[in-house]
T-cell receptor, first 114, second 114 residues
Framework: GNSVTQMEGPVTLSEEAFLTINCTYTATGYPSLFWYVQYPGEGLQLLLK?????DKGSNKGFEATYRKETTSFHLEKGSVQVSDSAVYFC?????????????FGAGTRLAVHP | DVKVTQSSRYLVKRTGEKVFLECVQDMDHENMFWYRQDPGLGLRLIYFSYDVKMKEKGDIPEGYSVSREKKERFSLILESASTNQTSMYLC?????????????FGPGTRLTVL
Protein backbone atom coordinates (compact mmCIF):
# COMPACT_ATOMS: atom_id res chain seq x y z
CA GLY A 1 0.00 0.00 0.00
CA ASN A 2 0.78 3.62 0.41
CA SER A 3 1.11 4.36 4.09
CA VAL A 4 3.35 6.36 6.35
CA THR A 5 3.61 5.69 10.07
CA GLN A 6 4.96 8.24 12.52
CA MET A 7 5.63 7.97 16.21
CA GLU A 8 2.82 9.26 18.33
CA GLY A 9 3.22 12.52 20.12
CA PRO A 10 3.38 14.73 21.83
CA VAL A 11 7.13 14.75 22.14
CA THR A 12 8.23 17.06 24.95
CA LEU A 13 11.86 18.13 25.20
CA SER A 14 13.96 20.71 26.93
CA GLU A 15 15.83 23.28 24.88
CA GLU A 16 19.12 21.94 23.42
CA ALA A 17 17.99 18.31 23.70
CA PHE A 18 18.43 15.83 20.84
CA LEU A 19 15.36 15.15 18.76
CA THR A 20 14.32 12.04 16.88
CA ILE A 21 10.89 11.62 15.31
CA ASN A 22 10.46 8.21 13.75
CA CYS A 23 8.85 7.67 10.37
CA THR A 24 8.47 4.43 8.44
CA TYR A 25 6.81 3.85 5.08
CA THR A 26 5.38 0.87 3.26
CA ALA A 27 7.93 -0.63 0.90
CA THR A 28 6.00 -0.24 -2.36
CA GLY A 29 7.78 1.33 -5.28
CA TYR A 30 10.52 3.90 -4.89
CA PRO A 31 8.86 6.86 -3.24
CA SER A 32 10.20 10.30 -2.62
CA LEU A 33 10.05 11.15 1.08
CA PHE A 34 9.35 14.43 2.81
CA TRP A 35 9.14 16.11 6.17
CA TYR A 36 6.73 19.01 6.48
CA VAL A 37 6.38 21.29 9.51
CA GLN A 38 3.29 23.15 10.70
CA TYR A 39 3.90 26.00 13.11
CA PRO A 40 0.98 27.13 15.28
CA GLY A 41 -1.74 28.85 13.29
CA GLU A 42 -0.08 28.20 9.94
CA GLY A 43 -0.27 25.81 7.01
CA LEU A 44 2.34 23.17 6.29
CA GLN A 45 5.70 24.05 4.82
CA LEU A 46 8.34 21.75 3.41
CA LEU A 47 11.20 21.16 5.82
CA LEU A 48 13.31 18.67 3.84
CA LYS A 49 13.06 15.90 1.30
CA UNK A 50 14.92 12.94 -0.21
CA UNK A 51 14.19 11.37 -3.56
CA UNK A 52 16.20 8.14 -3.52
CA UNK A 53 17.78 5.62 -1.18
CA UNK A 54 20.68 6.89 0.97
CA ASP A 55 19.89 10.52 0.18
CA LYS A 56 20.04 12.83 3.17
CA GLY A 57 17.74 15.82 3.34
CA SER A 58 18.70 18.70 5.61
CA ASN A 59 17.41 22.14 6.52
CA LYS A 60 17.50 24.44 9.56
CA GLY A 61 19.60 21.93 11.51
CA PHE A 62 17.17 19.07 10.83
CA GLU A 63 18.27 15.96 8.96
CA ALA A 64 16.67 12.78 7.67
CA THR A 65 18.22 9.89 5.72
CA TYR A 66 16.28 7.75 3.25
CA ARG A 67 16.92 4.18 4.48
CA LYS A 68 15.57 1.63 2.05
CA GLU A 69 16.72 -1.37 4.10
CA THR A 70 14.64 -0.29 7.10
CA THR A 71 11.99 1.66 5.10
CA SER A 72 12.58 4.62 7.38
CA PHE A 73 13.05 8.36 7.17
CA HIS A 74 13.57 9.47 10.76
CA LEU A 75 13.84 13.19 11.49
CA GLU A 76 16.69 14.31 13.76
CA LYS A 77 18.05 17.52 15.19
CA GLY A 78 21.03 17.79 17.47
CA SER A 79 19.84 20.70 19.61
CA VAL A 80 16.22 21.82 19.55
CA GLN A 81 15.01 25.32 20.27
CA VAL A 82 11.72 26.61 21.64
CA SER A 83 10.99 27.93 18.16
CA ASP A 84 11.00 24.34 16.83
CA SER A 85 7.74 23.66 18.66
CA ALA A 86 5.36 22.59 15.90
CA VAL A 87 3.66 19.59 14.34
CA TYR A 88 5.86 17.52 12.03
CA PHE A 89 4.45 15.43 9.18
CA CYS A 90 6.23 12.69 7.29
CA UNK A 91 4.99 12.13 3.73
CA UNK A 92 5.69 9.96 0.69
CA UNK A 93 4.73 9.93 -2.94
CA UNK A 94 2.17 7.26 -3.78
CA UNK A 95 3.03 3.99 -5.49
CA UNK A 96 0.83 4.90 -8.45
CA UNK A 97 -1.49 7.61 -9.62
CA UNK A 98 0.72 10.67 -9.87
CA UNK A 99 -0.61 14.18 -10.23
CA UNK A 100 1.94 15.07 -7.59
CA UNK A 101 -0.10 13.58 -4.77
CA UNK A 102 1.39 12.95 -1.34
CA UNK A 103 0.49 10.51 1.41
CA PHE A 104 0.88 12.02 4.89
CA GLY A 105 1.46 10.48 8.28
CA ALA A 106 -0.68 11.43 11.27
CA GLY A 107 1.75 14.09 12.47
CA THR A 108 3.86 14.35 15.61
CA ARG A 109 3.54 17.34 17.89
CA LEU A 110 6.81 18.62 19.36
CA ALA A 111 6.85 20.88 22.39
CA VAL A 112 10.19 22.37 23.44
CA HIS A 113 10.47 24.02 26.84
CA PRO A 114 13.12 26.54 27.89
CA ASP B 1 7.62 33.27 -3.05
CA VAL B 2 4.77 30.90 -3.80
CA LYS B 3 1.63 32.13 -2.18
CA VAL B 4 -1.46 30.10 -1.48
CA THR B 5 -4.27 32.03 0.15
CA GLN B 6 -7.53 30.83 1.62
CA SER B 7 -10.59 33.03 1.89
CA SER B 8 -11.15 32.69 5.63
CA ARG B 9 -9.07 31.67 8.62
CA TYR B 10 -12.10 30.92 10.77
CA LEU B 11 -15.66 30.14 9.74
CA VAL B 12 -18.74 29.22 11.76
CA LYS B 13 -21.76 27.77 9.94
CA ARG B 14 -25.02 26.07 10.85
CA THR B 15 -25.99 22.50 10.03
CA GLY B 16 -27.54 22.31 6.57
CA GLU B 17 -25.93 25.48 5.22
CA LYS B 18 -24.06 25.47 1.94
CA VAL B 19 -20.45 26.42 2.57
CA PHE B 20 -17.84 27.65 0.11
CA LEU B 21 -14.12 27.57 0.89
CA GLU B 22 -11.95 29.38 -1.61
CA CYS B 23 -8.29 28.88 -2.40
CA VAL B 24 -6.10 30.94 -4.72
CA GLN B 25 -2.49 30.33 -5.76
CA ASP B 26 -0.29 32.79 -7.62
CA MET B 27 2.35 30.49 -9.12
CA ASP B 28 0.52 29.10 -12.15
CA HIS B 29 0.51 25.60 -10.64
CA GLU B 30 -1.41 22.91 -12.50
CA ASN B 31 -2.33 20.84 -9.44
CA MET B 32 -4.46 21.93 -6.52
CA PHE B 33 -5.61 19.94 -3.50
CA TRP B 34 -8.07 20.13 -0.65
CA TYR B 35 -7.30 18.30 2.60
CA ARG B 36 -8.93 18.13 5.97
CA GLN B 37 -6.78 17.88 9.06
CA ASP B 38 -8.06 16.21 12.20
CA PRO B 39 -6.12 15.30 15.37
CA GLY B 40 -4.61 11.85 15.18
CA LEU B 41 -5.61 11.40 11.54
CA GLY B 42 -3.15 13.71 9.85
CA LEU B 43 -4.09 15.11 6.45
CA ARG B 44 -6.71 13.34 4.39
CA LEU B 45 -7.21 14.22 0.75
CA ILE B 46 -10.74 15.28 -0.15
CA TYR B 47 -10.38 16.25 -3.82
CA PHE B 48 -7.68 17.35 -6.16
CA SER B 49 -7.53 18.97 -9.57
CA TYR B 50 -4.80 18.64 -12.19
CA ASP B 51 -6.16 21.17 -14.63
CA VAL B 52 -8.95 23.68 -15.14
CA LYS B 53 -12.35 21.97 -14.94
CA MET B 54 -10.67 18.65 -14.09
CA LYS B 55 -11.15 17.02 -10.70
CA GLU B 56 -10.53 13.69 -9.05
CA LYS B 57 -11.86 12.28 -5.81
CA GLY B 58 -9.44 11.81 -2.99
CA ASP B 59 -9.82 9.50 -0.02
CA ILE B 60 -12.82 11.17 1.65
CA PRO B 61 -14.95 12.97 -0.98
CA GLU B 62 -18.35 12.20 0.53
CA GLY B 63 -20.28 15.34 1.43
CA TYR B 64 -17.97 17.59 -0.60
CA SER B 65 -17.70 18.88 -4.13
CA VAL B 66 -15.18 21.13 -5.85
CA SER B 67 -14.96 23.64 -8.65
CA ARG B 68 -12.01 24.79 -10.73
CA GLU B 69 -13.10 27.30 -13.32
CA LYS B 70 -9.78 29.17 -13.40
CA LYS B 71 -6.27 27.80 -13.02
CA GLU B 72 -5.48 29.85 -9.94
CA ARG B 73 -8.66 29.14 -7.99
CA PHE B 74 -9.95 25.92 -6.44
CA SER B 75 -13.16 25.96 -4.42
CA LEU B 76 -14.38 23.38 -1.92
CA ILE B 77 -18.13 23.19 -1.44
CA LEU B 78 -20.01 21.60 1.42
CA GLU B 79 -23.47 21.14 -0.08
CA SER B 80 -25.19 20.72 3.29
CA ALA B 81 -22.83 21.19 6.19
CA SER B 82 -22.93 18.70 9.03
CA THR B 83 -21.28 18.73 12.46
CA ASN B 84 -18.87 15.95 11.46
CA GLN B 85 -17.40 18.34 8.88
CA THR B 86 -16.06 20.55 11.66
CA SER B 87 -12.35 20.49 10.92
CA MET B 88 -9.30 22.36 9.66
CA TYR B 89 -9.29 22.59 5.86
CA LEU B 90 -6.01 23.01 4.03
CA CYS B 91 -5.50 23.90 0.40
CA UNK B 92 -2.29 23.14 -1.47
CA UNK B 93 -0.86 23.49 -4.95
CA UNK B 94 1.99 21.98 -6.90
CA UNK B 95 3.52 22.07 -10.31
CA UNK B 96 3.39 19.00 -12.56
CA UNK B 97 6.73 17.34 -13.15
CA UNK B 98 9.99 18.32 -11.44
CA UNK B 99 9.99 14.88 -9.88
CA UNK B 100 9.67 16.00 -6.30
CA UNK B 101 5.92 16.38 -5.74
CA UNK B 102 6.48 19.31 -3.37
CA UNK B 103 3.20 20.90 -2.36
CA UNK B 104 2.71 24.48 -1.16
CA PHE B 105 0.07 25.03 1.47
CA GLY B 106 -2.25 27.83 2.47
CA PRO B 107 -2.74 28.84 6.12
CA GLY B 108 -5.89 26.78 6.56
CA THR B 109 -9.54 27.48 7.34
CA ARG B 110 -10.87 26.29 10.67
CA LEU B 111 -14.53 25.48 10.05
CA THR B 112 -16.99 24.93 12.88
CA VAL B 113 -20.43 23.57 12.03
CA LEU B 114 -22.98 24.06 14.80
Amino acid sequence: GNSVTQMEGPVTLSEEAFLTINCTYTATGYPSLFWYVQYPGEGLQLLLKATKADDKGSNKGFEATYRKETTSFHLEKGSVQVSDSAVYFCARTPFSGGYNKLIFGAGTRLAVHP
Amino acid sequence: DVKVTQSSRYLVKRTGEKVFLECVQDMDHENMFWYRQDPGLGLRLIYFSYDVKMKEKGDIPEGYSVSREKKERFSLILESASTNQTSMYLCASSVTGQGSNEQFFGPGTRLTVL
